[in-house]
């Protein structure tokens, strides 16, 4: 299994550009979340989904967009880019059943806004 | 979901035991604690999880206190490659999304 898998890796955006980030995973995990992790700082939430067709805000909505069309990806839609948005992104997924598993995060996407 | 409380950094002799700790007082009864380590810039990787009972995997040891405000997470012959941020979180598994904030971990350093 590849687990949760990002792309791309690395980004440079100008400012008012627009880009997606693509994450999908194969264990059919309900679960799927956004983070970004500015330097030196912890992972804040940005959207989260608990199944297809259902997504909600986290910490750090602003400035994003998600949808959830099927289980397996979870793409997060930026629109106008701005330098507040330089960061790394991280994409992760659980399961929802009654095993009480952690999240496997994929290995993120750098994000500079120039 | 509760908040963490945990030290910004530590240092740990290799070969010694690890031992970081986390507070979360306002736990709820039905939230769980985790652990993850962050290496350099990779992705957090989970470590291991509990309720209320001690917990041991091939990776670590988690004690939780008897009233559940706080917990530490025990590596016990740390070696350079352990050198990770540590987050621990608490969250309400199966509900929600379970969704969790990260705070800022403890930077754990292993010496040589």
């Known amino acids: 299994n590849a687990g949760v898998t990002q792309t791309p890796k690395f980004r440079i955006l100008k400012i008012g550009q627009s880009m997606t980030l693509q994450c999908t995973q194969d264990?059919?995990?309900?679960?799927m979340y956004w983070y970004r992790q500015d330097p030196g700082m912890g992972l804040k939430l940005i959207y989260y989904?608990?199944?297809?067709?259902?997504?909600d805000k986290g910490e750090v909505p602003n400035g994003y967009n998600v949808s959830r069309s099927t289980t397996e990806d979870f793409p997060l839609r930026l629109e106008l880019a701005a330098p507040s948005q330089t960061s790394v992104y991280f994409c992760?997924?659980?399961?929802?059943?009654?095993?009480?598993?952690?999240?496997?995060f994929g290995s993120g996407t750098r994000l500079t806004v120039v | 979901d509760a908040k963490t409380t945990q030290p910004p950094s530590m240092d740990c002799a290799e070969g010694r035991a690890a031992n970081l700790p986390c507070n979360h007082s306002?736990?709820?009864?039905?939230?769980?604690v985790y652990w993850y380590r962050q290496i350099h810039s990779q992705g957090p990787q989970y470590i291991i999880h509990?309720?209320?009972n001690n917990e041991t995997n091939e990776m670590a040891s988690l004690i939780i206190t008897e009233d559940r405000k706080s917990s530490t997470l025990i590596l016990p012959h740390a070696t350079l490659r352990d050198t990770a941020v540590y987050y621990c979180?608490?969250?309400?598994?199966?509900?929600?999304?379970?969704?969790?904030?990260f705070g800022d971990g403890t930077t754990l350093t292993v010496k040589p």
């Open positions: 979180i608490v969250r309400v598994a199966n509900t929600n999304a379970g969704k969790s904030t």
């Open positions: 306002t736990i709820s009864g039905n939230e769980y």
């Open positions: 989904s608990v199944g297809a067709g259902i997504t």
């Open positions: 264990m059919n995990h309900n679960y």
């Open positions: 992760a997924s659980s399961y929802s059943g009654v095993r009480q598993d952690g999240y496997t």
């Open positions: 509990g309720l209320k």
